[in-house]
């Protein structure tokens, strides 16, 4: 392996034959892109299936993280062993983890992801072997032009100027929350049109989210009659865009999907609301309820579902809100 150097800040660019990657910083969002970026560069480099292994470092034993790195994955797949909230085990374990970067093993890559990240001897031994990657909170200028970016990368819809810097200056520069109403907006929008600053003003905020989460509880509940109930008191009373209300139930099939795979892959409750930003906490245990009885598979062909919906109703085949009503029935069937 080459001599590498360390990584300090800005997009890393992954190799895929990194045996130690550190992700720092207090932005999560990034930390959490990046682990996907270099999953994908691993995948590419090894041109085979990875194995990952998740670590809550509050509680993992060094042995056993180290045993995971230096043991043969399934079908010899290469491994990613990822450490969340990495802090308090590489302060406790400083010293081990440099003699690991040292000599680490090949089929193998450790992800340290920690909010701080003191410098020392172990940066050093991880350079020549890896990456360290700062993940830090960007400047309002930078996050109105990566959003502008990500619109159109990620979502394939253009955003105004005006539309992008009303959304910085309603969500400030957390790039996790401006990602995800990028999501919302780009859902209400004509194919080969443009996110408009009018747009934003009606669908983006903390009013937006709790009506979101309103049509998400009461699916979740497994009610179909309280969750069309709902999805009626939003549109024809509150004024809310039947685009946002779509979005919504997309965005709750989409999680509980993911939710319901890493249930199945042994992950707990806590980690996963973390990851999937199910917040606050009061909403978390309905949620997890609802994980806990769909299978995966059923929750990916409700995805589905809802965005052919979704695609029918804007393509002037079938109506909004009758086609919402009808995916209501079949999710609550799911959950019984």
């Given amino acids: 392996m080459a001599r590498r150097t360390a990584k300090k800040t800005g997009p890393p660019k992954f190799v895929g034959d990194e045996c130690i990657v550190v992700l720092h910083g207090p932005e999560s969002f990034l930390r959490s892109e990046y682990l996907t970026q270099l999953r994908e560069a691993i995948a590419k480099h090894t041109q085979d299936e990875l194995e990952t292994i998740r670590f809550d470092g509050s509680s993992a034993e060094l042995a056993d993280v180290l045993d995971e790195l230096r043991s043969f994955g399934l079908m010899q797949q290469h491994k990613v062993v990822v450490v969340d909230e990495a802090d308090d085990f590489v302060k406790t374990h400083r010293d081990a983890l440099t003699r690991y970067a040292e000599s680490p093993v090949d089929m193998a890559t450790l992800v340290l992801r920690a909010g701080k990240w003191n410098k020392g001897n172990l940066d050093k031994a991880i350079a020549k072997v890896g990456q360290l990657v700062e993940c830090r909170t960007p400047n309002p200028a930078d996050v109105l032009k990566w959003a502008t970016h990500r619109s159109k990368s990620k979502y394939g819809v253009s955003i105004e100027a005006r539309a992008a810097s009303l959304l910085i200056d309603h969500l400030g520069a957390e790039l996790g929350r401006v990602d995800n109403e990028l999501g919302k907006l780009a859902a209400g929008t004509r194919e080969g049109a443009s996110i408009t600053a009018d747009q934003v003003e009606a669908m983006v905020g903390r009013a937006s989210d709790e009506h979101a989460w309103e049509i998400q509880s009461a699916l979740l509940s497994g009610n179909a009659h309280k969750a069309i109930d ?107």
């Fill in 230 to 336: 709902k999805l009626h008191e939003l549109i024809d009373v509150a004024g809310q865009p039947k685009e946002l209300i779509s979005y919504a139930v997309a965005d709750l099939m989409r999680k509980l999907h993911h939710a319901a795979a890493m249930l199945r892959a042994g992950r707990d409750s806590k980690s996963i609301c973390s990851e999937l930003k199910i917040f606050p906490w009061d909403r978390q245990p309905i949620f997890m309820k609802a994980a806990q009885r769909i299978r995966a598979a059923e929750a990916a062909r409700l995805l589905r579902l809802i965005l052919e919906l979704d695609r029918r109703s804007k393509s002037g085949f079938g109506e909004a809100v009758p086609n919402i009503e009808r995916f209501c029935v079949q999710f609550a069937d799911t959950l019984r």
